[in-house]
């Protein structure tokens, strides 16, 4: 049962976090030039040496803290959480497109080598990823549950997949329907509120 709870944790923190992410432009891009499941196999295998390795690097931070450590990483992760949100919602274009830039051109590189096209989409996933919200959140869960590693890890790959499916299947259409601004909005909005809910448990829980 707990390992049901914490992959539904992380798979709906991963999903939500992921909309709106410059990540899925990446995707819309892929899925013009590849088969969808190769497209999604390569987000699976670059989502597990981003993610999977942020939530073991995570896990391994705790098994050396001490009760009061703990409380103040966990502390500390609620408050990224939140702080990322706000940071998404008031950050000006002009930041955004700087912080992208150099990944943007990196990205470009990896696409012009010979090479097999899911594991050049895994690459572009696992740079575009780092430091990403998703992947902090998927290091602040390691963090706080270092004894479920394994379902954390499964939520992190098939939230990121499902999220990234819905934009190659519904992308168009959202896009026609709803800016991308709103929909990345409604996404750190979910952010801050998971990590206000966490707050609010650690200290009355």
């Known amino acids: 049962m707990q390992f049901l709870s914490m992959f539904f944790l992380c798979f709906t923190l991963i999903f939500l976090s992921e909309l709106g992410d410059k990540t899925?432009?990446?995707?819309?891009?892929?899925?013009?030039?590849?088969?969808?499941?190769?497209?999604?196999?390569?987000?699976a295998i670059g989502t597990f040496f981003s993610h999977g390795l942020a939530i073991l690097f995570g896990s391994?931070?705790?098994?050396?803290?001490?009760?009061?450590?703990?409380?103040?990483?966990?502390?500390f992760t609620y408050l990224s959480f939140i702080f990322f949100g706000i940071f998404g919602i008031i950050s000006k274009n002009y930041s955004k497109n700087s912080l992208s830039c150099n990944k943007e051109g990196l990205l470009q590189k990896i696409l012009s080598l010979k090479l097999n096209y899911v594991l050049i989409i895994a690459i572009n996933i696992i740079i575009g990823e780092f430091g990403d919200?998703?992947?902090?959140?998927?290091?602040?869960l390691g963090i706080q549950y270092p004894d479920f590693k394994l379902p954390l890890i499964l939520g992190s790959i098939f939230g990121m997949v499902c999220s990234n499916l819905i934009a190659i299947v519904f992308g168009k259409f959202l896009s026609s329907k709803f800016k991308q601004d709103v929909i990345e909005n409604v996404s750190n909005v979910l952010f801050i509120l998971f990590g206000i809910g966490g707050l609010v448990f650690e200290f009355l829980f």
């Not at 990446?26 to 390569?42: A, E, P």
């Not at 098994?63 to 502390?75: D, G, H, K, Q």
């Not at 919200?133 to 602040?140: D, H, M, P, V, Y």
């Open 24 to 43: 899925q432009i990446l995707v819309l891009s892929f899925s013009t030039k590849n088969k969808t499941k190769n497209v999604l196999l390569g987000i």
């Open 133 to 140: 919200k998703t992947f902090l959140a998927s290091l602040g």
């Open 60 to 75: 391994k931070i705790s098994e050396f803290a001490t009760p009061t450590v703990s409380y103040f990483l966990n502390l």
